[in-house]
T-cell receptor
Framework: GNSVTQMEGPVTLSEEAFLTINCTYT??????LFWYVQYPGEGLQLLLKATKADDKGSNKGFEATYRKETTSFHLEKGSVQVSDSAVYFC???????????WGAGTKLIIKP | KAGVTQTPRYLIKTRGQQVTLSCSPI?????VSWYQQTPGQGLQFLFE???????NKGNFPGRFSGRQFSNSRSEMNVSTLELGDSALYLC?????????????FGPGTRLTVT
């Protein structure tokens, strides 16, 4: 079946460090891929998306490129801030059933 | 546009009781999905409604049910509550069509079963 695998957390970085959170997927067909972020005590926010191979999603300094050849959608940011501390979820959606399939989430902690 | 709203935000119930949660989607969105979030199981899909019809269903027991009204508002019901039903229940709103299906989430309802 379809699935998403994320790197385990927590990931702890210093402010202004470079961030990568790995995400790989297994899917029959061509899913759309998403990154969502959940700040403490809040619901999920859509961070960025990509709907086809080689698409790059970007928002708030975060980027992720849909790599069909490696079935990956890694999240990157060049210089993280303390305010980026949150849990990040990678997800895929098959347009055949509109059901988001989630990774386990990666907790990111940024220290000043 | 107003975002997705969920009521109530917090609930405490006793085992064996039932509970109803409500979700109002973004205006114009016809799809509402429900998810359960727990520390142990992560995010799990419950079901999705589109234009008052259940279009998709996850692997939850029949105690979990839902419905959608003509104004796209949705309710989720859990009967005969168990301790393991304690979770954050998230509702997501989407246009729900093949070219517009990204989901926008509400703040969730935190259910505690004692």
């Amino acid at each position: 079946g379809n699935s998403v695998t994320q790197m385990e957390g927590p990931v702890t970085l210093s402010e202004e460090a470079f961030l990568t959170i790995n995400c790989t997927y297994t899917a029959t067909g061509y899913p759309s891929l998403f990154w969502y972020v959940q700040y403490p005590g809040e619901g999920l926010q859509l961070l960025l998306k990509a709907t086809k191979a080689d698409d790059k999603g970007s928002n708030k300094g975060f980027e992720a490129t849909y790599r069909k050849e490696t079935t990956s959608f890694h999240l990157e940011k060049g210089s993280v801030q303390v305010s980026d501390s949150a849990v990040y979820f990678c997800a895929l959606l098959m347009d055949s059933n509109y059901q988001l399939i989630w990774g386990a989430g990666t907790k990111l902690i940024i220290k000043p | 546009k107003a975002g997705v709203t969920q009521t109530p935000r917090y609930l405490i119930k006793t085992r064996g009781q039932q509970v109803t949660l409500s979700c109002s989607p973004i205006s114009g969105h016809r799809s509402v999905s429900w998810y359960q979030q727990t520390p142990g199981q992560g995010l799990q899909f419950l079901f999705e409604y589109f234009s008052e019809t259940q279009r998709n269903k996850g692997n939850f027991p029949g105690r979990f049910s839902g419905r959608q009204f003509s104004n796209s508002r949705s309710e989720m019901n859990v009967s005969t509550l168990e301790l393991g039903d304690s979770a954050l229940y998230l509702c997501a709103s989407s246009p729900g069509t093949s070219n517009s299906y990204e989901q926008y989430f509400g703040p969730g309802t935190r259910l505690t079963v004692t």
